[in-house]
């Protein structure tokens, strides 16, 4: 996600970007301080902070950053201007080649340009292009936030630098803000919740990036998929089941063997299998199988759009070293669909996921996203397939659907696949991190590999266009956004557990487990914790588990046929019948509420 | 499924086999007539008839069969004793040498015997141990079924003869309904149905053995798992999730990779894995994996039994030759659940297992089920892994949960495996044919080979013992017998289209859509035919389709809210409010009636 200048590039940086530059600066000259003899690599301005990168003379660890910060707090305190001036590559050669400064040296090594830019604040002078701020007080709060180390050029046989992470704002506030999300987002983590939540566990014995799903993991994808499902048939979709595997032929015919082979599974080739052609993959994809079962059955035009929709597991050999929790995965469950239509139904297909779409962002309390539409080049036209009219019925079909809808889009021009348009939601969590979601895209060019065909009005054979598209993209990830925005506290319709009786005495057992039968009996997903703890021991225990709601059974509430309810955010409603408390969930979980 | 027995074996044939072995004799007269070089190989009795093979001149062909038949007819109409003989080996070799009988001397030639035996009717005489009827007026109504190819002993290096298969019964009546069974056999054979109902498709371009599911037949699964899921859910089974892969390090420690290879498929080893116990296999049980999830956490006495399902698609590298449609598949999913618990468990356990099986065979409409025991040879302990006592325990348990639900069953002595004793359940369907389904089974050497444990009340590890089980087995052989079971008229509440909505001209079509969608938002999965067909055409359709209701929309009904009930058995129910036919199919669906 993050996007890394480097020093030396030509930069256009926001002024955000600019002061935290300066900062990198500024770090550099405190470390100097401490290490005369340091090196110096280089500095850049990443997202949400800078780094700098240094060869020193001994490790350094968390405790040297108060150090440095104390020291940097005194630099941006005098004011320091930041000195701009260009020197002639030879003389800026020598000079860092005098000071043993190595890395610069063959950074303007490396440079084609006569001239290089120079920079210097107060003691410290550095190869730069800048820009900077005026001078060091114009720098906000910043804090340090942790060191790593870093090959010289991210090159493994290079020499290890070591890293110092910094983070600057304009205001305490926005800094405060920033590390108070940083800390959240720990506490968020899903791979965190995840074990503590008792959703999910990865295994040495399984292939890396292959969770395997807990009772409780397994009922929220279960619930997650339950509701796509139902949505996508109100929409018109119907699910299909194609299997795991398909023979490489078939991956040739879709061309996914010739340019998404390194994503794929090795080959199972057995003693049955003649030729490579009839050896097995894992699919990576839907689309090849889905376009079978189209080929399976003659279409006439009044069939069409056809819809074709399927909770598959694709396994896709991701490198082991990009794989994290649940956000990158193997094995992916797409809530993926393939639409196979005339091209007079562009428009209306392209709203109908659309509006699936959002109807799911708006289901899972997702407020914040956004939408980029990838289009054609319409200076390259021979670079994509499809004729110029469809081209433009489609991109109109995207854009239109959008606008219509209000929806805050970017257009990425040149961007779209040469296979046909498409548009990518972006949804923001609660800690403002996007992550990429629902896609609709297109398809011109697989109804070609294929040579699908409908009959059409005129008798004659017509050749279908495709979407595929997907409605929260794959059930893992979403759930690892769901995890980290709710942390972990699912609305009551999504809890895998919904209510836990929490008998406070022995002689409440009889009457507590009357209650969980209840509330099973009634659909509602209840557990008991009959555990010899005490009562405020038993409700910590559901809170921490983000249960919605505690069922407190005492010798009230089972001399009345009631609860006492105490929702995981502390608020207490205090005893209430049983039936009533019964028909509040029914309520919220049919409208997919997310009150308690 | 056909028990073949070995014309020169030594055999204890039941009367009715006895007499089919007299008609392949008397069959092989018949073609000796026709073909006096005919070369005789063998003519066994086999599962409902008999066959024999021959050499001929020529190529037989179906045309030949009703010539055979009445050359029988009058055999047995002659009422020609069979003569029985003993013979020196010597000379009876030198008999079926002079006769070129070339198969009968080396029948003659791998027996160690130093008498053979004879048999004489009318004209044909045939090396054979028998025994056979007296006369050939003892052999009932029989008739030729087809011809085939078949290797002399099986072994395709050997010549090709041309074998004639007939079946042959003690009464007219028993004749005809094994040929009416046949009939309707053909009739519901569910690859022929598999196609005419939409419900699923095999392709070229998938693995032999990998059907892919249409809509209908989607539904369908989705109906029957979602049936088992709820009612494991009501059992205290959990539902988890763990992927299609595993290591092969994983099927090591499991056994599998040393006992169970030949039917996994190809290893998959990419650039990534540095060994072979690192490269990946899809897995061909779900045990290995839902133990991992045991061991992921501690667990304690109270805990237990922990009860792990999954609908999971497991991948089994089948011989190409023997997949048949549904009923054996390469990609089976199976309501598969591990029980881990304390030994003092397992019968409680073992009951709770029979019970969801008996449920689901009920919920099913299937009435005609019977059970096999499968227990230890007690005079050879030393090939068993466990101890005596919890043999004991465990096989006591098996045959009381039986016994107790007054269930027909079978013991099998000897026949456990060496892990456990077992029960399987054959259900049979409305045709006589049984189909395997549940099985459930003990498990005491898993949790050794993983180091099972639980703390036990006293603080100390112990080791659990294991359940296997499964409720209808693989999803796709039971849809298979439901097909065939039910001729792929299924209950109301496994139908994948309930509702068919007929209306008879145009002007009926605005009140038949609004019809469509009350049924659709109401659950009841219903669809329209607004071809420009006739009423009668739909409905036959419909029928052919076997969809349970057809709703015919008329003006009658478009004036009143109502809509006229055709059921697919013919039976007409007439005009009634719609209200009341959505309350007729809720009703039904909710108690999942055969009714309609």
Chains 1, 2 share one sequence.
């Not at 979709?237 to 023979?247: A, D, E, M, P």
Request: proline fraction near 5%; include cysteine; glycine fraction near 6%.
């Amino acid at each position: 996600m993050s996007v890394e200048l480097q020093d030396q590039a030509s930069v256009n940086y926001t002024p955000l970007q600019r002061m935290r530059h300066s900062a990198a600066h500024v770090m550099a000259e405190a470390v100097q301080e401490i290490f005369p003899d340091a090196r110096f690599a280089i500095g850049p301005a990443i997202e949400d902070g800078f780094y700098y990168d240094f060869d020193l003379p001994r490790a350094l660890t968390p405790e040297d950053l108060p150090d440095i910060e104390q020291r940097m707090s005194r630099i941006v305190a005098g004011k320091y201007p930041f000195l701009r001036d260009r020197w002639q590559r030879e003389k800026a050669l020598e000079y860092f080649r005098n000071k043993g400064q190595q890395y610069k040296v063959e950074i303007i090594e490396n440079l084609p340009d006569e001239e290089v830019g120079i920079y210097q604040q107060s003691q410290f002078l550095d190869l730069c292009r800048g820009p900077h701020v005026e001078h060091t007080g114009q720098i906000g709060p910043f804090k340090l936030m942790r060191v790593a180390g870093a090959y010289w050029r991210g090159d493994e046989r290079r020499p290890m630098l070591q890293r110092i992470y910094g983070t600057a704002w304009f205001s305490q506030e926005e800094l405060d803000q920033y590390l108070w999300r940083l800390e959240e987002a720990m506490k968020r983590d899903h791979r965190k919740l995840g074990r503590e939540l008792k959703l999910f566990v990865m295994s040495e014995d399984l292939p890396a990036g292959v969770p395997m799903f807990l009772p409780r993991g397994e009922m929220l994808r279960h619930l997650m998929e339950g509701y796509v499902r139902e949505a996508q048939e109100r929409y018109g979709y119907q699910h299909v089941w194609t299997s795991h595997l398909g023979k490489v032929r078939l991956y040739k015919t879709s061309k996914h063997w010739y340019t998404y082979r390194e994503n794929m599974f090795p080959v199972m080739k057995g003693e049955q299998e003649m030729s490579e052609d009839d050896a097995f993959m894992l699919k990576p994809m839907n689309c090849p199988h889905h376009i079978l079962l189209y080929k399976a059955q003659m279409h006439s035009y009044r069939e069409l759009p056809i819809r074709y929709a399927e909770f598959a597991t694709l396994y896709r050999y991701e490198k082991a070293g990009t794989l994290t929790g649940l956000a990158r995965v193997r094995s992916l469950t797409q809530d993926d669909a393939h639409v196979f239509m005339r091209p007079d139904q562009i428009q209306e297909e392209f709203n109908r996921a659309v509006n699936l779409t959002l109807e799911a962002f708006q289901t899972y309390g997702l407020a914040d996203y956004s939408v980029r539409l990838s289009l054609r080049d319409p200076q390259k036209r021979e670079e994509y397939v499809g004729n110029d009219e469809v081209w433009a019925t489609a991109e109109a079909a995207l854009r239109g659907a959008v606008e219509d809808k209000g929806i805050q889009y970017e257009i990425g021009i040149g961007e779209a696949a040469f296979y046909g348009p498409k548009v990518d939601f972006m949804v923001r969590d609660v800690l403002g991190r996007e992550w990429q979601c629902s896609t609709i895209q297109l398809d011109f060019v697989q109804p070609e590999n294929f040579a699908l065909e409908y009959v059409g009005e005129d008798g004659q054979p017509h050749r279908p266009v495709m979407i595929h598209r997907a409605v929260t993209g794959s059930t893992e990830r979403f759930m690892a956004m769901l995890i980290e925005h709710f942390g972990g506290a699912f609305p009551a319709w999504l809890s895998p557990v919904q209510a836990m009786v929490i008998p406070i005495a022995d002689r409440h057992h009889e009457y507590a487990n009357s209650v969980l039968e209840t509330l099973k009996a009634a659909g509602i997903r209840a557990e008991i914790d009959v555990r010899g703890e005490r009562m405020n021991a038993k409700i910590r225990e559901a809170q921490l588990q983000k249960i919605p709601y505690m069922l407190v059974i005492g010798d009230k509430e089972a001399a009345s046929e009631a609860v006492s309810v105490r929702l995981r955010t502390n608020v207490d409603l205090k005893s209430m019948p049983l039936a009533q408390f019964m028909e509040r969930v029914a309520s919220i979980v049919k409208t997919k509420s997310m009150e308690l």
